[in-house]
């Protein structure tokens, strides 16, 4: 009776695909000359072209909203200084969201720099192999595997 918990409880878990990074979208915002550099792409690093970036304040409101072009990457005018949301969509059902803070700086300050206002991980770090999650998804299937291996070798003796 244990075994069948227990596979009904993984086979369940494996379910939720929220939890895999199969092709998860990621976004990275840099200010530089008072203007907000968005990149777009997927967890393999490939650009996600013709995604809708819509950026909204504290309030909700919309202040943005544009899509990329055919490299992932939109460039508008720097919002205010203060909180905002930036929500990204490529219209395949893939859908990010992040909030962004744009520091108050002189103008003169973001001259040939790139400042990460995004607060998500950088492209760097998205793209990087998910180790745990691959340990934990071939464990998932090892550990149906055995279940199942189990209720089917004797079906009479768990009742």
Do not use: C
């Amino acid at each position: 009776m244990h075994y069948r918990l227990l596979f009904a409880a993984l086979f369940l878990f494996s379910l939720f695909p929220a939890l895999a990074l199969a092709h998860a979208m990621g976004v990275e915002v840099r200010l530089k000359n008072n203007q907000i550099l968005i990149e777009v792409f997927f967890h393999d690093n490939s650009p996600a072209p013709g995604s809708l970036v819509t950026i909204e304040n504290e309030a909700e409101e919309k202040i943005l909203s544009e899509k990329t072009d055919k490299e992932g990457k939109l460039q508008a005018p720097a919002p205010l200084p203060g909180k905002y949301k930036i929500l990204v969509n490529d219209g395949a059902g893939h859908l990010s969201s992040t909030p962004l803070i744009i520091p108050k700086l002189n103008p003169a300050d973001t001259n040939n720099q790139n400042i990460l206002v995004s607060k998500s991980p950088d492209r760097n770090q998205f793209i990087q192999t998910p180790w745990l999650g691959i340990v934990v998804g071939l464990a998932t299937i090892a550990a149906l595997g055995f279940i199942a291996s189990r209720l089917y070798q004797n079906p009479k003796s768990h009742p």
